[in-house]
């Protein structure tokens, strides 16, 4: 156990310390290959009022936090609620659209 916990210890740089940390580079940018398909933007699908500032919300903060940035791109895919089992709620982008042609 001693040996384990030292080797958490000496690695504990590489683990989550919270929500917003999961790990980022500058280093990479990724490019998504879709061939010669055209652009797909979706509409956003509809949320109950009360959502709508739950998204705002949540979407300023991982601006914040620098997991997304602001983009301009033609692609567009639509964002989904899903409630977790503790009744909060994930934040999740519906990509099938985008999956299907790439």
Same mark, same amino acid.
């Given at each position: 156990?001693?040996?384990?916990?030292?080797?958490?210890?000496?690695?504990?740089?590489?683990?989550?310390?919270?929500?917003?940390?999961?790990?980022?580079?500058?280093?990479?940018?990724?490019?998504?290959?879709? *061939?010669?398909?055209? @652009?797909?933007?979706?509409?956003?699908?509809?949320?109950? +009022?009360?959502?709508? !500032?739950?998204?705002?919300? $949540?979407?300023?903060?991982?601006?914040?936090? *620098?997991?997304?940035? @602001?983009?301009?791109?033609?692609?567009?895919?639509?964002? +989904?609620?899903?409630? !977790?089992?503790?009744?909060? $709620?994930?934040?999740?982008?519906?990509?099938?659209?985008?999956?299907?042609?790439?």
């Amino acid at each position: 156990m001693v040996k384990a916990k030292k080797l958490l210890l000496k690695y504990a740089n590489v683990f989550s310390s919270n929500e917003a940390d999961i790990g980022k580079t500058g280093l990479v940018q990724h490019k998504i290959n879709t *061939g010669q398909e055209l @652009p797909i933007r979706q509409r956003p699908r509809r949320l109950p +009022v009360a959502r709508e !500032k739950e998204v705002e919300t $949540m979407i300023e903060e991982i601006v914040k936090e *620098g997991v997304i940035e @602001p983009s301009s791109s033609p692609w567009c895919s639509p964002v +989904v609620l899903v409630k !977790k089992k503790d009744g909060s $709620m994930r934040f999740c982008v519906d990509y099938r659209r985008l999956n299907d042609v790439t």
